[in-house]
C-alpha cells in the first residue's frame, strides 16, 4: 500500500495502478462537469432561437408563412361559402374533408418525392397548387367543383408542410431539434392569429372574392424564397437503427412501425379532429351572433396556439417531451368541453384558449418525440406520417361532425368530440411510462471501473433527464 502511495505521489501523470485509478475518478468529475455543465440550457448557448435562424432557415419560415396565410385566410371561409352556396352544414364539412383528404393523400408520396426532386422543388410545387386554384372559387358553387378545387390545394398544401417540417429537422442541430420545431411552429402559426379572424371579417365586409384572391396571392407571392432553399435531395433510406424505447432497435423503413415512434403520432391523430370541429363549425354555431365574436375567440386560439407549442419545446428539450403529452390532451378536451356552452362568450373565448394552448403543445411534443426516436434516414417518413395524423384528423372530424351535429346540435356534438378527445390518454399516459429516465445511481452504487461506459449521449441531447450521474470519491 505504501509503495502504491508512492508511485502515485511521485510518478507523473499518476503512472501505476493507483496512479491509474485517481486519473480515472479525475475523468470521471470531469465528465460530470461538463455534462452539468451542457444539460443548464444547453451549456450557456443563447436559447433565444437567433442562434439557429440561419438563411435557409429564414427562407423556409418566409415560404412557410406565406403557404400557411393562404391556407388559413380561406379555412374558415371556403366552409362557410359552401354552406351558404345551399351545401348546409354537410358541405361545409365536405370542403375541409376534401382538402384534407387531398393533404393526405399527397402525403403518403411526399418522402419519394423529397428523395427524387429535393426540398426545393416539392415546396415550389406546393406553393403553386396552394395558391393558384383558389383564384377559381368565384366561379364554383357547384359542389363538384368546389370539391375538386379543395382536393388541389390540399395536395399543396400535403407538399408544403411535410417538405418543411423535415427541412427544418436537417437544419437544427438535434439537442435543440425541440426548440426549432417550436420557432416553426410559431412560423405556421402566426398566419392563423391574422388570418382566421382576418378572413371571416373580410367574407362579411368585402365578399368572398376578394377573399379568395387574397389567399392565393399570399401562397404565390411565398415562391420567391423558394429559389435560396437546399436544392438536395432528401437522404434515402438506408438500413440505420431506430430507437423504440424499450431499448430493442429497428431497421430502415421499420422504424415508422416503431412503437415509440407510433404513440405520439396516435395521440396527435386523436387530438386533431377537434381542430378541424372548431375550425370549421364554430362560425356556424353561433348564428344568431355577430362573426365578430367567432373572430375574436379564433384569434385567441390562435395566439395561445404557436405560444404553447414555443414554449413546449424550450421545456422538451430541457425535461423530455413525453411529460407534456397527458397535459395537452387534458388542456384541449377541457377547453372543447367548454364550447357545451357555445352561446355564452366568456365560455366560448376561454375554450378556445384553453383548447388552442392544448393544442400547440400537443404538436410540439408528438413532432418532437417521433423525430427523437427516429434515424435521420427517416426524416421525411416521420413528418409525413405526423401530417398525415394532423391533416387526417381534421378531415375526419370536420366530416363526422357535420353528419353528428344534424341530429344532437352543436353544443351536444361539442361534448361528444371533447369525449373522443379524451381517449388519448391512454397512449400519452403509456408512452410516459414507458420512457421515464432513470438516473444510474438510482439502481445501482457506482463503480468507478464502469466509469468508461457513463458516456454522453450521441445524439447531443443534454437534457437533465440524460447525464450521467457520477458521485464524488
Given at each position: 500500500?505504501?509503495?502504491?502511495?508512492?508511485?502515485?505521489?511521485?510518478?507523473?501523470?499518476?503512472?501505476?495502478?493507483?496512479?491509474?485509478?485517481?486519473e480515472t475518478r479525475r475523468s470521471g468529475r470531469d465528465l460530470q462537469r461538463v455534462c452539468e455543465e451542457t444539460s443548464k440550457d444547453a451549456g450557456k448557448r443563447p436559447r433565444d432561437g437567433t442562434g439557429i435562424l440561419n438563411r435557409p432557415m429564414v427562407l423556409l419560415l418566409t415560404a412557410s408563412l406565406g403557404a400557411l396565410g393562404g391556407f388559413y385566410l380561406l379555412a374558415p371561409v371556403v366552409p362557410l361559402y359552401a354552406a351558404t352556396s345551399g351545401a348546409?352544414?354537410?358541405?361545409?364539412?365536405?370542403?375541409?374533408?376534401?382538402?384534407?383528404?387531398?393533404?393526405?393523400?399527397?402525403?403518403?408520396?411526399?418522402?419519394?418525392?423529397?428523395?427524387?426532386?429535393?426540398?426545393?422543388?416539392?415546396?415550389?410545387?406546393?406553393?403553386?397548387?396552394?395558391?393558384?386554384?383558389?383564384?377559381?372559387?368565384?366561379?364554383?358553387?357547384?359542389?363538384?367543383?368546389?370539391?375538386?378545387?379543395?382536393?388541389?390545394?390540399?395536395?399543396?398544401?400535403?407538399?408544403?408542410?411535410?417538405?418543411?417540417?423535415?427541412?427544418?429537422?436537417?437544419?437544427?442541430?438535434?439537442?435543440?431539434?425541440?426548440?426549432?420545431?417550436?420557432?416553426?411552429?410559431?412560423?405556421?402559426?402566426?398566419?392563423?392569429?391574422?388570418?382566421?379572424?382576418?378572413?371571416?371579417?373580410?367574407?362579411?365586409?368585402?365578399?368572398?372574392?376578394?377573399?379568395?384572391?387574397?389567399?392565393?396571392?399570399?401562397?404565390?407571392?411565398?415562391?420567391?424564397?423558394?429559389?435560396?432553399?437546399?436544392?438536395?435531395?432528401?437522404?434515402?433510406?438506408?438500413?440505420?437503427?431506430?430507437?423504440?424505447?424499450?431499448?430493442?432497435?429497428?431497421?430502415?423503413?421499420?422504424?415508422?412501425?416503431?412503437?415509440?415512434?407510433?404513440?405520439?403520432?396516435?395521440?396527435?391523430?386523436?387530438?386533431?379532429?377537434?381542430?378541424?370541429?372548431?375550425?370549421?363549425?364554430?362560425?356556424?354555431?353561433?348564428?344568431?351572433?355577430?362573426?365578430?365574436?367567432?373572430?375574436?375567440?379564433?384569434?385567441?386560439?390562435?395566439?395561445?396556439?404557436?405560444?404553447?407549442?414555443?414554449?413546449?419545446?424550450?421545456?422538451?428539450?430541457?425535461?423530455?417531451?413525453?411529460?407534456?403529452?397527458?397535459?395537452?390532451?387534458?388542456?384541449?378536451?377541457?377547453?372543447?368541453?367548454?364550447?357545451?356552452?357555445?352561446?355564452?362568450?366568456?365560455?366560448?373565448?376561454?375554450?378556445?384558449?384553453?383548447?388552442?394552448?392544448?393544442?400547440?403543445?400537443?404538436?410540439?411534443?408528438?413532432?418532437?418525440?417521433?423525430?427523437?426516436?427516429?434515424?435521420?434516414?427517416?426524416?421525411?417518413?416521420?413528418?409525413?406520417?405526423?401530417?398525415?395524423?394532423?391533416?387526417?384528423?381534421?378531415?375526419?372530424?370536420?366530416?363526422?361532425?357535420?353528419?353528428?351535429?344534424?341530429?344532437v346540435g352543436y353544443p351536444a356534438g361539442f361534448a361528444v368530440t371533447a369525449a373522443v378527445l379524451l381517449t388519448a390518454l391512454a397512449p400519452a399516459l403509456y408512452d410516459r411510462a414507458r420512457h421515464i429516465p432513470v438516473r444510474k445511481h438510482e439502481t445501482r452504487r457506482h463503480d468507478?471501473?464502469?466509469?468508461?461506459?457513463?458516456?454522453?449521449?450521441?445524439?447531443?441531447?443534454?437534457?437533465?433527464?440524460?447525464?450521467?450521474?457520477?458521485?464524488?470519491?
Open positions: 500500500m505504501d509503495h502504491q502511495k508512492g508511485a502515485s505521489a511521485e510518478t507523473p501523470g499518476g503512472m501505476g495502478p493507483a496512479g491509474s485509478d485517481a348546409g352544414g354537410v358541405g361545409a364539412g365536405l370542403s375541409t374533408g376534401a382538402m384534407m383528404l387531398g393533404t393526405v393523400l399527397t402525403e403518403f408520396a411526399v418522402p419519394a418525392l423529397l428523395r427524387a426532386h429535393g426540398y426545393r422543388t416539392v415546396t415550389g410545387l406546393g406553393l403553386f397548387l396552394l395558391g393558384a386554384p383558389a383564384l377559381l372559387l368565384p366561379a364554383s358553387a357547384s359542389m363538384p367543383s368546389l370539391l375538386g378545387i379543395c382536393l388541389a390545394r390540399g395536395a399543396g398544401l400535403g407538399l408544403v408542410v411535410v417538405a418543411g417540417a423535415a427541412l427544418i429537422a436537417e437544419l437544427v442541430p438535434a439537442d435543440r431539434r425541440g426548440e426549432g420545431l417550436g420557432l416553426y411552429g410559431v412560423a405556421v402559426g402566426v398566419p392563423s392569429i391574422a388570418c382566421l379572424p382576418l378572413g371571416l371579417w373580410l367574407s362579411e365586409h368585402v365578399g368572398y372574392g376578394p377573399v379568395f384572391a387574397a389567399g392565393a396571392a399570399l401562397s404565390l407571392l411565398a415562391l420567391a424564397a423558394v429559389p435560396g432553399l437546399p436544392s438536395r435531395r432528401a437522404r434515402p433510406q438506408r438500413h440505420e437503427e431506430g430507437h423504440e424505447g424499450n431499448g430493442r432497435t429497428r431497421r430502415g423503413p421499420a422504424v415508422l412501425r416503431d412503437g415509440g415512434i407510433a404513440r405520439p403520432a396516435l395521440v396527435f391523430a386523436l387530438v386533431t379532429p377537434a381542430a378541424g370541429v372548431l375550425l370549421t363549425f364554430l362560425p356556424l354555431a353561433a348564428p344568431g351572433r355577430s362573426r365578430d365574436l367567432v373572430a375574436v375567440a379564433l384569434l385567441v386560439q390562435s395566439c395561445a396556439t404557436p405560444f404553447a407549442r414555443w414554449a413546449a419545446g424550450r421545456y422538451g428539450d430541457r425535461h423530455g417531451s413525453a411529460r407534456l403529452l397527458a397535459p395537452a390532451v387534458l388542456a384541449a378536451a377541457l377547453g372543447t368541453a367548454g364550447l357545451f356552452w357555445v352561446d355564452n362568450p366568456v365560455a366560448m373565448i376561454v375554450g378556445m384558449g384553453l383548447f388552442g394552448a392544448g393544442y400547440g403543445m400537443a404538436q410540439n411534443a408528438t413532432l418532437a418525440l417521433m423525430f427523437e426516436r427516429a434515424p435521420e434516414s427517416a426524416y421525411g417518413q416521420v413528418s409525413a406520417t405526423w401530417n398525415l395524423a394532423y391533416d387526417a384528423g381534421l378531415g375526419v372530424g370536420a366530416v363526422g361532425f357535420g353528419f353528428l351535429a344534424g341530429p468507478p471501473r464502469q466509469e468508461s461506459d457513463d458516456l454522453p449521449p450521441a445524439t447531443g441531447d443534454t437534457r437533465p433527464s440524460a447525464r450521467v450521474s457520477t458521485p464524488e470519491p
